[in-house]
């Protein structure tokens, strides 16, 4: 009797298996984009009469997903913000979210969909350079809008895309500016995870401190990506004593480099560090007490004392909660979905060719991190500041830069 | 035109199979989905190629290999580099420092196009290249292993060191293979613009049919001889070997031959995709494609591309409409296939096919389904008697080919 009942389930449970299968088919082939034309749109996007349709594109999977997640916070922020006051040329936005999975194909199979299924007037996306060179052919191909946040090697430059993170001089120069005038270095030890970010960042680094500073780079070392086995490089810097460390380590490794320098003594009263890998997030992570005393270049820092980064702040953590940190490549998604308002309204379309040529200029006098504008060139004309970690997770700023020219293809540098 | 009914499409019963898929892949899907969801399509056909080797090498060899996307990645990185070069003439490169060698060559400094890069240049070099590489990788793969009898776990463990190991080396050696972002913006063919709608309908059809005539391969394969002997080697190892057999020759071949199945899957994934990166080299896509096969069914040629076709598609249809959860409905499928029908689609088929001619047709009707266990009774006849007078049968056996064995 027993048996016959399993069985029975079994033969259910296959049937119905067998017909969830057949209807995901079905569903697959109906599913198509409902196709809307107005004067603000003449290029059978997804704009209605009362809305339009933009895409977020990040990992909300796999190894990216906590890096990213912060990121995908601030641009629903955002969106929801412009919702609230009225949202774009009248019309408010919805969101397609989907999961690139920490996996670069799925990155550019999700983009195709987000543009040539679902029409999108803008994507969000994409955070790991690899992510970005991985849906790059295809935006360029549908002529989609990609907002991109992360800071990033430059080298790069597309009709497509917005670069709303610094680029690599603008994060670099004034950090190694500042570390030759304030620290005095002379002596330059490199470090970075081996990939394309961290390789043209520390190119461009060894080319301004020999050629501009006039200083001298000890050793340069790259580490596979989660990488966490940092003694022999402690040994190395030990021997070789330089005036200050410069790295752009990520990730895990992270974790591990900087609890391995703390626990051989190179804290920051022996060894001064700059590095332009560690935000507020990364801080998390590897825990205050190990970074006490070193420094981060970047745009943007939670602890900015400007009124456009007060309410920014205030309305993030009402909105996800008081324990929530804001990084710098966090900032920069919040930025996206507001340059994208702005521009489609002064270009009185969605057409993707107008609102790139409407950006041309825009300017945003109180953004969280203070005045920027975008250049020409699709990237940010911004601040650098350092910032000194405290032993709660917070930065106090030490340094501030004037507002820096993007420049994605550094003559001399390269 | 026997040879191609038995041989080729394995009997009317395999035939009437090949017949389906065909349809389905070559008219029903192009008529009903459009451009977008078919080259989807094409991508997990792509994956079909692995799943097919893997059915031949692990279902009938019995050798599981867990590094299968190494083939695939080299097949893919051949295609990739062809086109790359391509795409990096010297006038869309002028921005560079040095142009004319692909842009990430560039960014890590490098002045020259490295020498391997070169014969890549060449059209008729790549595509046999992408065939010959990843064989001879798994022929020398093959012989230092199956020489060395090292089989079952052990030849899996490797397989996934050596996807692991040639993952960490294109990741590091950034300059040379583009690294973790892998080979990129990769556009024309000949000139011939990959990423249009209509290359993508022409690349489509290319694949479905590359994957046709791979599957005949594979059908050729296990109707002969050599796939019985495969069987036999499969269950008893030692047996064959002391029939005066090469076990090591037999799997050695089948091996390179499911990674030159994988490698054109590879290619293709490429011009399909219209990139290469070294996310499909290593363990985890290695893993996955072993359970498309499994999910299709180990043993059926047809289930495997099946297999690979769900599983994708639950991949992105889950993905797409549960972008949080998905990952979770997947292990959900995977779980539930795995307790349901162990022998993965094709089994469930069979069963239902036996069940139907159990219940029509009481007897004297030979089914594919039961061609595998005609099979079974064929071999022990010979085998059996002797195996359980041992005795006797080391008796009979004349003492130069006995062995330590007996």
């Known amino acids: 009797m027993k048996l016959r009942v399993r069985n029975q389930l079994r033969i259910a449970v296959r049937h119905s298996l067998l017909a969830l299968t057949f209807t995901f088919c079905t569903l697959g082939t109906l599913a198509t984009a409902a196709p809307a034309t107005s004067k603000v749109n003449t290029t059978d996007l997804a704009v209605t009469d009362d809305s339009v349709t933009v895409g977020i594109l990040h990992s909300l999977t796999g190894t990216m997903a906590i890096s990213e997640t912060g990121s995908v916070e601030a641009e629903k922020l955002a969106i929801e913000q412009i919702n609230k006051s009225g949202g774009v040329l009248g019309r408010q936005i919805k969101i397609i979210v989907e999961d690139g999975a920490s996996d670069w194909p799925t990155f550019a199979e999700k983009a195709k969909k987000l543009l040539v299924k679902d029409k999108t007037a803008a994507v969000f996306g994409a955070w790991t350079s690899a992510s970005r060179k991985a849906v790059l052919p295809v935006f360029e191909k549908e002529n989609g809008l990609l907002y991109y946040p992360t800071f990033y090697e430059g080298l790069e430059q597309s009709h497509n895309v917005f670069y709303t993170g610094q680029e690599a001089t603008q994060q670099i120069l004034a950090g190694l500016d500042w570390a030759s005038k304030t620290l005095k270095a002379k002596k330059f030890y490199l470090i970075g995870s081996d990939y394309i970010w961290p390789r043209t960042s520390m190119k461009i680094a060894r080319k301004h401190i020999e050629k501009v500073l006039k200083g001298t780079v000890v050793d ?195 | 035109m026997e040879f191609v009914k038995e041989r080729l499409l394995g009997g009317k019963e395999g035939a009437r199979g090949i017949l389906i898929l065909a349809v389905l892949l070559l008219i ?50 051949a295609m990739a580099m062809f086109l790359k070069l391509e795409a990096s003439d010297p006038e869309s490169t002028k921005i560079q420092s040095t142009p004319g060698i692909p842009d990430f060559m560039d960014w890590n400094q490098l002045t020259a196009l490295p020498w391997f890069w070169e014969p890549f240049n060449n059209l008729f070099f790549t595509l046999i290249a992408i065939i010959v590489v990843p064989s001879i990788f798994a022929f020398i793969i093959g012989v230092a292993m199956f020489r060395r009898r090292v089989s079952g776990v052990y030849f899996a463990i490797i397989t996934q060191a050596i996807a692991l190991i040639l993952t960490v080396l294109i990741v590091g050696q950034q300059g ?163 307790m349901a029908f162990p022998n993965g689609l094709a089994g469930l088929w069979d069963k239902y096919k036996d069940k139907l001619n159990r219940d029509s047709l009481k007897n004297g009707f030979r089914s594919l389904g039961k061609r595998e266990k005609t099979f079974d009774i064929k071999w022990p006849k010979i085998t059996l008697p002797k195996f359980r007078k041992k005795e006797t049968e080391v008796k009979g056996v004349p003492s130069n080919i006995r062995g330590d064995h007996a």
């Open chain 2, 176 to 338: 040379y293979t583009g690294g973790i972002n892998g080979i990129t913006d990769l556009r024309t063919l000949l000139g011939w613009d990959i990423r249009s709608d209509s290359a993508k309908y022409i690349l489509y059809f290319v694949n479905v049919v590359l994957l046709l005539g791979v599957i005949m391969i594979g059908k050729f394969v296990i109707t002969g001889k050599l796939g019985r002997l495969l069987l036999a080697m499969r269950d008893k190892e030692d047996r064959v070997r002391f029939s005066g057999y090469d076990v090591a020759s037999f799997k050695v071949f089948i091996f390179v031959l499911a990674a030159a199945m994988s490698a054109i899957g590879g290619a293709m994934f490429t011009l399909q995709v219209g990139f290469m990166s070294p996310s499909f080299v290593g363990i985890v896509p290695s893993i996955e494609m072993v359970i498309f096969a499994a999910v299709g069914g180990r043993m059926s040629l047809i289930g495997a591309v099946y297999g690979a076709l769900i599983v994708n598609f639950g991949k992105t249809y889950f993905s797409e409409s549960a972008p949080v959860l998905w990952l979770l409905l997947m292990g959900a499928l995977f779980i539930t296939v795995v």
């Open chain 1, 220 to 414: 340069e070392q790259y580490y596979p990506l989660g990488h966490t086995q940092f003694g022999s490089l402690i040994n190395k810097i030990k021997l070789k004593k330089p005036d200050v460390i410069f790295a752009a380590v990520v990730g895990g490794s992270n974790v591990a480099f900087f609890k391995q320098l703390n626990a051989a003594g190179l804290t920051a009263k022996r060894q001064p560090l700059l590095t332009i890998s560690v935000t507020e997030d990364e801080v998390l992570g590897i825990g205050g007490e190990n970074l006490e005393g070193f420094y981060s270049s970047m745009k943007y820092f939670q602890a900015l004392d400007l009124p456009g980064n007060k309410k920014f702040v205030q309305e993030f953590k009402n909105k996800w909660g008081n324990d929530s940190v804001i990084g710098d490549v966090t900032e920069s998604a919040y930025l996206g979905p507001w340059l994208w308002k702005w521009a489609v309204e002064k270009a009185g379309s969605f057409d993707v060719d107008k609102v790139v040529k409407a950006s041309e200029n825009l300017e945003w006098k109180d953004s969280p991190h203070g005045y920027l504008k975008v250049d020409k060139n699709h990237h940010l004309w911004m601040k650098t500041r350092i910032g000194q970690w405290k032993r709660d997770g917070q930065a106090k700023i030490v340094f501030e830069s004037d507002v820096i020219k993007p420049d994605p293809f550094p003559k001399g540098y390269q």
């Open chain 2, 28 to 77: 029903v899907f192009p008529l009903f989905l459009d451009i977008f969801r078919l080259n989807l399509v094409g991508k997990y056909l792509t994956y079909a190629f692995v799943a097919v080797g893997l059915v031949l090498c692990w279902g009938y060899g019995g050798i599981l290999s867990l590094g299968q996307g190494l083939f695939f990645g080299l097949g893919g990185y």
